[in-house]
Nanobody, 128 residues
Framework: QVQLVESGGGLVQAGGSLRLSCAAS????????MGWFRQAPGKEREFVAF????????YYADSVKGRFTISRDNAKNTVYLQMNSLKPEDTAVYYC?????????????????????WGQGTQVTVSS
């Protein structure tokens, strides 16, 4: 089992940057594939980014591709989401999620139901 705690959210102007962190408990973090999702008020939770448990595969939603970068540091049990060129439509609560040994397929990594563990979320607000 793993517990996830997000941090790094806040208020930023359009065009600015934020780096979100997700710290995981446990000694088996390196075996967990990690995803970032977000949920804006009145909208469903949507996929943002994925990194494989081996770290070799990353995948992004079209809406963030080229602006966001997901990475992981297994020595620190942490996954990051670097967000650049932020837009007001990026405003949402951002959640990290984990699934052990998840194998990459586009349909799988985009599906929130495939992840077993979730953090509590961190608010990102982008002002125009």
């Amino acid at each position: 089992q793993v517990q996830l705690v997000e941090s790094g959210g806040g208020l930023v102007q359009a065009g600015g940057s934020l780096r979100l962190s997700c710290a995981a408990s446990g000694r088996t973090f390196s075996s967990y594939a990690m995803g970032w999702f977000r949920q804006a008020p009145g909208k469903e939770r949507e996929f943002v980014a994925f990194i494989s448990w081996r770290g070799g595969n990353t995948y992004y939603a079209d809406s963030v591709k080229g602006r966001f970068t997901i990475s992981r540091d297994n020595a620190k049990n942490t996954v990051y989401l670097q967000m650049n060129s932020l837009k007001p439509e990026d405003t949402a609560v951002y959640y990290c999620a984990a699934d052990r040994f998840m194998e990459f397929s586009i349909a799988t990594v985009r599906s929130a139901e495939k992840y077993d563990y979730w953090g509590q979320g961190t608010q990102v607000t982008v002002s125009s």
